[in-house]
């Protein structure tokens, strides 16, 4: 049997590698302090109600170790006799009351300055879709072109799937970034297309709700140029975890020649809606949004999940009538998984992925829908 001897120089080695493995991860436990000074604010609430919370359980574990070893019935200590005590009631009511009284000052002051989105400089509208996120950057004059994309998870399969070696950033890139400018009060407009999710960005002490028919607000001011990442903090579904968000910030000058670039490109799109795709082009161009996109539930061969997420290879919806095929990928399925992806593609890659799916899988209809249709369908449907 170890000696006590032994044993408390093994609890103090065993303590003195837990306190180095501690300084080693740097705290990782702890919220970050972040980039932004209401993500400081916020940090500074945080530790400051921590220590006085230590402070308090100090105080009263303390005087309960004290009484323990001090009163106990060996050293012949006797219980009171009394029942109650109105000045001990008042003292141990006040003491809690004044405790709160002095939390609540600094919580109030960071609460009112997070709820504060007023004075905006940039307004975006932030919706949640399973799974990914849509960013509509709000315009001051209609005539200008929107600028609106949606942001997706760009790891690929075969890192998820294990096939490849994970990069760095394992399910936290996407292929369009949220890009907003430093030094600017930028307001975000939350809401969701569908069920519940939470934009999330640690390094912005940002977490909000985004809930269907529901505006939720919030705003940041970024200082320094740099890419913060996060994720959905709200359990939205299978592809959960594979919603991503990456927010890069720029210095205003370079933001205001990201947003041109980004007008320039709408415009193109709206103009390339006119054009006419050949067979090889919404081939190629349709299997990667189908990678993107479809890939997950309906599988690589297009075999799906039954009986939750239905095969394509063979099915009539894929090979029938192309109006239904169209009809599936512009509107969804009520009460299914199928999302509607009518808001969430353009006439270009909706018709380019609605001719891969009717020609890919063994399909082969030979039919070649052209997004002067699909627009069309939609607007009807508008």
Wanted: net charge negative; hydrophobic share 45%.
């Amino acid at each position: 049997m170890l000696s006590k001897a032994k044993l408390w120089l093994g609890l103090a080695l065993s303590t003195l590698m837990f306190w180095s493995a501690g300084l080693q991860a740097a705290w990782e436990l702890n919220m970050p302090r972040g980039v932004t000074q209401m993500s400081r604010d916020t940090y500074g609430l945080h530790m400051t109600i921590f220590w006085w919370v230590v402070a308090i359980g100090v105080v009263v574990f303390g005087a309960m170790l004290w009484s323990i070893i001090h009163h106990r019935k060996s050293k012949g200590a006797k219980p009171a006799t009394f029942h109650e005590s109105t000045k001990v009631e008042i003292v141990w009511t006040l003491i809690p009351f004044l405790i709160l009284i002095m939390m609540a000052i600094p919580a109030t002051r960071v609460l009112t300055a997070a709820y504060d989105t007023g004075d905006s400089e940039l307004d975006i509208q932030i919706t949640g879709y399973q799974w990914r996120w849509e960013y509509t950057y709000m315009r001051e004059d209609m005539n200008e072109e929107e600028v609106s994309f949606f942001s997706i998870l760009s790891t690929s399969r075969e890192e998820i799937d294990n096939s490849i070696e994970k990069s760095e950033n394992y399910l936290l890139d996407v292929d369009r970034p949220m890009v907003i400018p430093t030094d600017t009060k930028v307001r975000f407009l939350m809401t969701s297309a569908d069920v519940l999710h939470a934009w999330w960005v640690p390094d912005f002490a940002i977490k909000k709700d985004t809930i269907p028919g529901f505006i939720n607000e919030t705003w940041v001011i970024v200082e320094e140029p740099g890419v913060y990442r996060g994720q959905c903090a709200e359990l939205c579904g299978m592809e959960h975890g594979f919603m991503p968000i990456v927010v890069h910030a720029l210095p205003p000058e370079e933001y205001d020649a990201w947003y041109a670039e980004q007008q320039q490109a709408a415009a193109e799109i709206r103009e390339l809606a006119n054009a006419e795709l050949s067979m090889e082009d919404a081939m190629a161009q349709g299997e990667q949004i189908y990678n993107q996109n479809c890939v997950a539930c309906h599988q690589a061969g297009g075999v799906g999940m039954p009986p939750v997420f239905p095969a394509i290879a063979g099915s009539e919806k894929a090979t029938g009538d192309r109006l239904v095929t169209m009809d599936t990928l512009v509107n969804g399925v009520d009460g299914t998984a199928m999302a509607a992806y009518g808001r969430q593609l353009n006439p270009i890659q909706l018709a380019a992925v609605i001719t891969f799916v009717r020609n890919a899988f063994g399909n082969d209809t030979g039919d070649l829908v052209q997004p002067t249709e699909v627009n069309a369908y939609i607007q009807e449907g508008q």
